[in-house]
């Protein structure tokens, strides 16, 4: 079974700070997606990572790709309250079309 | 901006009933796919649809659930007859290629009593 592990799954920080979301996965993928979700919202894109040392930046997010490791990082760059949401990583294993989906880390940005 | 769309927003329904969920995808996507998330957890996969069949689904999808695609547009979700465990949010996702990003409809907020 492919697990997907995020963490943490809780985070609060404080606006201006830095941080970094991890997620591991259990089984051979060089897809992977990293997602934001408002309370009771859909599922927003915010990033897509296809190979190996994949690095993409938007804003104050930048996500990484190690296909090797089978980790992922999302890094918050001077956080502010905008960014409170739920991030979702997600994997797709090579042998099939699925996004398995990690539980999620809550952030909160306080002032 | 092409969005997928989901309808309806909101559906009740009592135990054992029918309820079909209803999707748009963006215009020229073939790939569509159904996941849920139950309140407070995580987003799971349920079923993959390509050229008019499933290409994958998961254990949730059981009999009592179907997928079709009736007139070249809508994509839908079936599910049989409803039990309490399957209220939940279902999201309806579309892609334009298999390894591309995947865009997410609204959600259809399933509630059983």
């Known amino acids: 079974e492919l697990k997907v592990e995020q963490n943490p799954l809780f985070l609060s920080m404080q606006e201006g700070k830095n941080y970094t979301i991890y997620c591991n996965y259990s089984?051979?993928?060089?897809?992977l997606y990293w997602y934001r979700q408002d309370p009771g919202k859909s599922l927003e894109s915010l990033f897509v990572?296809?190979?190996?040392?994949a690095v993409k930046q938007e804003g104050r997010l930048m996500a990484s790709l190690d296909t090797k490791a089978r980790l992922s990082t999302l890094h918050i760059t001077a956080a502010v309250h905008d960014l409170s949401a739920t991030y979702f990583c997600?994997?797709?294993?090579?042998?099939?079309?699925?996004?398995?989906f990690g539980k999620g880390t809550s952030l909160l940005v306080t002032p | 901006e092409p969005e997928v769309t989901q309808t309806p927003s909101h559906q009740v329904t009592q135990m054992g009933q029918e309820v079909i969920l209803r999707c748009v995808p963006i215009?020229?996507?073939?790939?569509f796919y159904w996941y849920r998330q139950i309140l407070g957890q995580k987003v799971e996969f349920l079923v993959s649809?390509?050229?008019?069949?499933?290409?994958?689904k998961s254990e949730i999808f059981d009999d009592q659930f179907s997928v079709e695609r009736p007139d070249g547009s809508n994509f839908t979700l079936k599910i049989r007859s409803t039990k309490l465990e399957d209220s939940a949010m279902y999201f309806c996702?579309?892609?334009?290629?298999?390894?591309?990003?995947?865009?997410f409809g609204e959600g259809s907020r399933l509630t059983v009593l």
């Open positions: 996702a579309t892609s334009g290629s298999e390894k591309g990003e995947l865009f």
């Open positions: 089984t051979t993928s060089d897809r």
């Open positions: 990572l296809l190979s190996n040392g």
């Open positions: 997600a994997v797709v294993p090579n042998s099939g079309y699925a996004l398995n």
């Open positions: 215009s020229n996507h073939l790939y």
């Open positions: 649809f390509y050229n008019n069949e499933i290409s994958e």
